[in-house]
């Protein structure tokens, strides 16, 4: 199993296209070969979870059969090319996953994996469904945890992703090693506390967590490769 995740930078100029592409790419995701789990995403502004959409920047997040099924949708796809026409930057990494725990759209999309022991560069993806009537408890926290995890030792960038403005919503962040990312987690007291929050007063109606390795960076993402230096292409 590989996962995918593609960030595309639209010109200005052509934001409608971007628009459009939300609902235009759900035909050809569809009828991808190998592709078993797919969405097309909207993105932040502050790189985590984000009131304000970038109008520029969109995502498709894709769960692949194997590296030549995403090799062959990358290189040869309406997607692609799609991107290739009204883009301006572009930038994909591929994973394995390592970890993942609960739920998106009722599915399981990057399995049961359970790999320890793990050393390197991680990816870890963080996504719920916010209950309407916890809301405005999510957002009122989003602020401080986002300045907290830039501010963490071993965080190297982070996305903003989502289905749905306001109560979809994901992110993607990447770190030096795992213990960067307990230490944010779990040692952070602020961190710490947001979680408790969220299981004391249910928070999500739906949620997942997982953990990828980081095994292919190609492009840019504001204008630099995040994991240039860190893992072998």
């Known amino acids: 199993m590989i996962v995918s995740l593609t960030i595309i930078r639209y010109r200005k100029l052509f934001v409608p296209f971007a628009l459009l592409a939300m609902a235009v790419h759900r035909l050809p995701m569809r009828m991808q070969k190998g592709c078993t789990f797919w969405q097309l995403l909207g993105t932040g502004k502050k790189g985590t979870f984000a009131l304000r959409p970038d109008w520029q920047q969109w995502g498709l997040l894709a769960v692949w059969d194997n590296r030549e099924d995403f090799d062959h949708f990358y290189r040869r796809s309406f997607i692609t090319r799609w991107w290739s026409g009204f883009g301006v930057e572009k930038w994909t990494i591929l994973c394995e996953p390592l970890q993942s725990h609960g739920k998106w759209d009722s599915k399981e999309p990057f399995g049961n994996p359970n790999v320890v022991n793990y050393q390197g560069p991680v990816a870890i993806l963080t996504r719920a469904t916010i209950r309407p009537n916890r809301l405005k408890n999510f957002w009122a926290n989003v602020d401080e945890v986002s300045e907290l995890m830039r501010n963490s030792s071993g965080y190297i960038t982070s996305l903003g992703i989502g289905e749905r403005p ?55 993402l504001n204008n630099a490769d995040p994991l240039k230096g860190l893992i072998e292409i």
């Open 166 to 220: 306001l109560y979809r919503q994901a992110t993607f962040s990447i770190w030096n090693s795992l213990d960067d990312v307990k230490a944010f987690a779990y040692r952070s007291k602020e961190h710490s506390q947001v979680i408790k929050k969220t299981r004391d007063e249910g928070w999500y109606s739906e949620e997942l967590f997982a953990r990828f390795k980081p095994i292919a960076s190609m492009g840019t």
